[in-house]
């Protein structure tokens, strides 16, 4: 079956970094586009960055462009996103997806930004 492992998150200061890991297993992620997601407390979830399956093409969010970095390994089933120069709005749940499986859903990772 279909299933996203999210991990990474935690409690960071602004202006810190957090690495998000994404492990997926039951498809073949290397022909999948990936993306991750996040939801904060009381609002919709957003689209944060996108990856081609190759990963020869990525595409982000205005709100996180140039401190956001989404990256993928095909041997390992994995997708992350680096997260840098982090501030308060950031905080929410993360959850990784794939295109091509849009109704499945991990448990996603909390990232905290707070000082």
């Known amino acids: 079956q279909v299933q996203f492992v999210e991990s990474g998150g935690g409690l960071v200061q602004p202006g810190g970094s957090l690495r998000l890991s994404c492990a997926a297993s039951g498809f073949t992620f290397s022909i999948c586009v990936m993306r991750w997601y996040r939801q904060a407390p009381g609002k919709e979830r957003e689209l944060v960055a996108t990856?081609?399956?190759?990963?020869?093409?990525?595409n982000y969010a205005d709100s996180v462009k140039g401190r956001f970095t989404i990256s993928r390994d095909n041997a390992k089933s994995t997708v992350y996103l680096q997260m840098n120069s982090l501030k308060p709005e950031d905080t929410a749940v993360y959850y990784c997806?794939?295109?091509?499986?849009?109704?499945?859903w991990g448990q996603g990772t909390q990232v905290t930004v707070s000082s």
């Open positions: 997806n794939a295109l091509q499986f849009r109704g499945y």
């Open positions: 990856i081609l399956s190759d990963g020869s093409s990525t």
